[in-house]
C-alpha cells in the first residue's frame, strides 16, 4: 500500500518561506515521480510543480520562488516557498504516480497525501 506524507507548512508572512516535505513510501525512487499541487480557497486544486531530470519545474504562478529537490534515497520531495504572497495560502498535497515521467496533470497521480495547510498573512 503506497502511503503518501506530507510535512511542513504552516504561517508565514508575506515574503517570507515556508519548506514542504513529501515521502512516498513503497515506491520505488528510481521509478516514480512525485509532484505537489495546491488548491486555494475558491479555486480548482492546480499544479505547483515537481522534480525531473535534474531541474525544478514550477508552474507560472510560483516560478522564481519556489523550488524542488528530490532524496531518491528517501524517495522524498521537498518544495522550498520563497516570497510567499498572500494568494499562496491554501492546502498543499503531494501526489505520486509510478513511472519516471512527471506530468502537470492531477488525474496522472494515483496516490495522494491528506493535504497540508499554508497561510501566508499581511
Known amino acids: 500500500q503506497v502511503q503518501v506524507v506530507e510535512s511542513g507548512g504552516g504561517t508565514a508572512q508575506v515574503g517570507g518561506s515556508l519548506r514542504l516535505s513529501c515521502t512516498a513510501s513503497?515506491?520505488?525512487?528510481?521509478?516514480?515521480?512525485l509532484a505537489w499541487f495546491r488548491q486555494r480557497p475558491g479555486k480548482e486544486r492546480e499544479d505547483v510543480g515537481f522534480?525531473?531530470?535534474?531541474?525544478?519545474r514550477t508552474s507560472y504562478a510560483v516560478e522564481g520562488r519556489f523550488t524542488f529537490s528530490r532524496d531518491f534515497t528517501k524517495n522524498t520531495l521537498d518544495l522550498q516557498m520563497n516570497a510567499l504572497k498572500p494568494e499562496d495560502s491554501g492546502m498543499y498535497y503531494c501526489?505520486?504516480?509510478?513511472?519516471?515521467?512527471?506530468?502537470?496533470?492531477?488525474?496522472?497521480?494515483?496516490?495522494w497525501g491528506q493535504g497540508i495547510q499554508v497561510t501566508v498573512s499581511a
Open positions: 501526489a505520486a504516480r509510478k513511472g519516471r515521467i512527471c506530468h502537470w496533470f492531477a488525474y496522472k497521480y494515483n496516490y
Open positions: 513503497t515506491l520505488p525512487a528510481s521509478d516514480s515521480c
Open positions: 522534480y525531473e531530470d535534474g531541474k525544478s
